[in-house]
């Protein structure tokens, strides 16, 4: 049968055709396309290869997916418990901090315009301090909200409680702790899980209603033997370093992908039996609906926090599913070639492509973006360094200091930043409570499909910095007080490239919010 997807991405007028999603995000009304990709892209000499070596894939296990959380009643009531547990990886086993006892815990479901109550008991095993962060979400930064300046001492808890806005967007999000200093360790041993705000489908893509929706969980952990880290960190999905996962010919599915590890970058390909990239139609970035319809990928460029959603069509033949190269730069971290899957080795049913229309939820999520990128009041710059040794990390030469605010913003505002990279590997830019729009990588102008919370910064080429421009905006008041921005490489945050924002009010004075000694919480909230 020929693939309605593919067929698609020859045909569809201002298709647009991206290798590097996330390097080159964010198109608006008014803003030319990417012209159409060819008609069948052939996998990387590397790819086929890989493949070849490995000869024709036996189906894995078939993936497992967490269990989930759901809010009910426009209340979500959660208990998550951080402390040491066994897991297998890969065939090693290990023993490290987890939540709920679980490699990849439980996915967390609310809708906009639910109540968050979580409260997160802090048992892990090193005596660290903890807390979590809801990644991506726009709400208060302000305690018992989304804080993550306040930490909870080991062997206390915290019960985090507030609203999410009825505006909030709809789309994959993902939680994990982050203790400056301890961020790194929690995550990669498997502190980290997903998050599902409802309405993706029903209130921006109505047309896409009824597809069967995967959740899919990407970590890295360190090797059992250390000396294979030379190698590249283990890379999963949903805790499985391979598995098989059932889609029919011609069946249509909404695949939701996290990187929720702390350090490794995922490069997604599907390639088919014949070594050609398989099409995927982008629905979100990092949980905000694209703007445009007809977006295809043949990669899903997924640094360090970033998310990605997408429709797949099911072939006549099984799918690979790898994880392609990443160059991280000359001092960056190995990021090789693995398959992690294969689909396409069962399930059921068969759906017609329907029209692709923009949504009234799109139009209006479009002339939002458009009102921001024509209200920037303010420009700064912030430069992303660190030493020759690379254990030390800055911004703008200074390395973290949780005593100090190094940037006030009143609200409203937009403004836009420039975020120059003169290291000899990449990092990741992301900024906690609110989303940007990518308007510029190196000088060379990004087509604007969406607002993300995470951009990729590329290393700096022969004493040359990179240069992305973000606009950022700052105009809701939920997102009033103290939070962070930071590199979402973990090393490098806990490392030091990390600094305090403070928004305030406009016309007001700004204050930061009272906690105790050091941020640390040390007894039971209530």
Same mark, same amino acid.
């Given at each position: 049968?020929?693939?309605?997807?593919r067929?698609?991405l020859?045909?569809?007028?201002?298709?647009?055709?991206?290798?590097?999603?996330a390097?080159?995000?964010?198109?608006?009304?008014?803003?030319?396309?990417?012209?159409?990709?060819?008609?069948?892209?052939?996998?990387s000499?590397?790819?086929?290869?890989l493949?070849?070596?490995r000869?024709?894939?036996?189906?894995?296990?078939?993936?497992?997916?967490p269990?989930?959380?759901?809010?009910?009643?426009?209340v979500?009531?959660?208990?998550l418990?951080?402390?040491?547990?066994p897991?297998?990886?890969?065939?090693?086993?290990?023993?490290?901090?987890?939540?709920?006892?679980?490699?990849?815990?439980?996915?967390?479901?609310v809708?906009?315009?639910?109540?968050?109550?979580?409260?997160?008991?802090?048992?892990?095993?090193?005596?660290?301090?903890?807390?979590?962060?809801?990644?991506?979400?726009n709400?208060?930064?302000?305690?018992?909200g989304?804080?993550?300046?306040?930490?909870?001492?080991?062997?206390?808890?915290?019960?985090?409680?507030?609203?999410v806005?009825?505006?909030?967007?709809?789309?994959?999000?993902?939680?994990?702790?982050?203790?400056?200093?301890?961020?790194?360790?929690?995550?990669?041993?498997?502190?980290?899980?997903?998050?599902?705000?409802?309405?993706?489908?029903?209130t921006?893509f109505?047309?896409?209603?009824?597809?069967?929706?995967?959740?899919?969980?990407?970590?890295d952990?360190v090797?059992?033997?250390?000396a294979?880290s030379?190698?590249?960190k283990?890379k999963?999905?949903?805790?499985?370093?391979?598995?098989?996962?059932?889609?029919a010919?011609?069946?249509?599915?909404?695949w939701?992908?996290?990187?929720?590890?702390a350090?490794?970058?995922?490069?997604?390909?599907?390639?088919?039996?014949?070594?050609?990239?398989?099409?995927?139609?982008v629905?979100?970035?990092?949980?905000?609906p694209?703007?445009?319809?007809?977006?295809?990928?043949?990669?899903?460029?997924?640094?360090?926090?970033?998310r990605a959603?997408? +429709? &797949?069509?099911?072939?006549?033949?099984?799918?690979?599913? =790898?994880?392609?190269? *990443? #160059? @991280?730069?000359?001092?960056?971290?190995?990021?090789?070639?693995?398959?992690?899957?294969?689909?396409?080795?069962?399930?059921?049913?068969?759906?017609?492509a329907?029209?692709?229309?923009i949504?009234?939820?799109?139009?209006?999520?479009?002339?939002?973006?458009?009102?921001v990128?024509?209200?920037v009041?303010?420009?700064?710059?912030?430069?992303?360094?660190?030493?020759?040794?690379?254990?030390?990390?800055?911004i703008?030469?200074?390395?973290?200091n949780?005593?100090?605010?190094?940037?006030?913003?009143?609200?409203?505002?937009?403004?836009?930043?420039?975020?120059?990279?003169?290291?000899?590997?990449?990092?990741v830019?992301?900024?906690?409570?609110?989303?940007f +729009? &990518?308007?510029?990588?190196?000088?060379?102008?990004?087509? =604007?499909?969406?607002? *993300? #919370? @995470?951009?990729?910064?590329?290393?700096?080429?022969?004493?040359v910095?990179?240069?992305?421009?973000?606009?950022?905006?700052?105009?809701?008041?939920?997102?009033?007080?103290?939070?962070?921005?930071?590199?979402?490489?973990?090393?490098?945050?806990?490392?030091?490239?990390?600094?305090?924002?403070?928004?305030?009010?406009?016309?007001?004075?700004?204050?930061?919010q009272?906690?105790?000694?050091?941020?640390?919480?040390?007894?039971?909230?209530?």
């Open positions: 049968m020929r693939s309605l997807l067929t698609r020859r045909t569809a007028a201002g298709a647009a055709f991206l290798v590097a999603a390097c080159a995000p964010p198109v608006s009304p008014g803003v030319p396309a990417p012209s159409p990709g060819p008609a069948r892209p052939v996998a000499r590397a790819l086929t290869d493949i070849a070596r000869g024709v894939l036996p189906p894995g296990p078939p993936l497992p997916y269990d989930s959380i759901v809010s009910s009643n426009g979500l009531n959660a208990r418990v951080a402390a040491p547990g897991y297998s990886l890969g065939g090693a086993s290990f023993y490290d901090n987890l939540y709920n006892g679980a490699y990849v815990p439980p996915t967390l479901v809708s906009p315009g639910d109540q968050i109550a979580l409260t997160l008991v802090n048992q892990v095993n090193t005596g660290q301090p903890s807390n979590l962060h809801y990644h991506g979400l709400v208060t930064p302000l305690a018992p989304d804080d993550v300046l306040l930490h909870i001492a080991n062997g206390d808890s915290f019960s985090y409680s507030f609203p806005p009825a505006w909030h967007r709809s789309g994959l999000y993902w939680y994990h702790p982050h203790p400056h200093g301890y961020s790194e360790p929690q995550v990669l041993g498997g502190m980290s899980g997903a998050l599902v705000m409802r309405g993706l489908l029903e921006y109505p047309q896409w209603t009824g597809v069967r929706e995967r959740v899919m969980v990407l970590k952990h090797p059992a033997n250390p294979d030379a190698g590249g283990i999963s999905i949903n805790g499985q370093t391979y598995s098989s996962i059932p889609i010919p011609g069946e249509f599915q909404l939701r992908f996290a990187n929720a590890g350090d490794a970058y995922y490069n997604i390909r599907l390639v088919d039996g014949d070594g050609h990239l398989v099409p995927m139609l629905l979100a970035r990092d949980g905000n694209v703007v445009v319809n007809n977006l295809y990928a043949d990669s899903l460029f997924l640094p360090p926090s970033s959603e997408v +429709i &797949v069509e099911g072939g006549g033949t099984p799918y690979y599913i =790898l994880s392609d190269t *990443v #160059d @991280t730069g000359p001092a960056g971290d190995p990021n090789p070639t693995v398959v992690l899957a294969t689909a396409g080795t069962g399930g059921q049913g068969w759906m017609p329907p029209t692709m229309p949504s009234p939820a799109q139009q209006a999520l479009a002339d939002t973006m458009m009102s990128l024509n209200g009041n303010n420009q700064r710059t912030f430069v992303f360094s660190e030493n020759a040794a690379g254990d030390s990390f800055y703008n030469n200074a390395m973290y949780p005593d100090s605010v190094a940037t006030y913003v009143p609200v409203p505002s937009v403004e836009e930043w420039t975020l120059v990279n003169t290291s000899g590997e990449v990092h830019f992301h900024i906690h409570q609110t989303d +729009i &990518v308007t510029e990588i190196n000088g060379v102008k990004q087509p =604007l499909t969406g607002f *993300v #919370d @995470t951009v990729n910064m590329p290393y700096a080429v022969n004493g910095p990179s240069t992305v421009k973000v606009v950022i905006n700052f105009r809701e008041s939920i997102s009033i007080g103290e939070f962070v921005y930071h590199c979402h490489i973990l090393e490098h945050e806990d490392g030091g490239m990390m600094q305090n924002i403070l928004l305030y009010a406009a016309g007001t004075t700004p204050v930061r009272a906690r105790p000694p050091g941020g640390m919480h040390g007894g039971a909230h209530h």
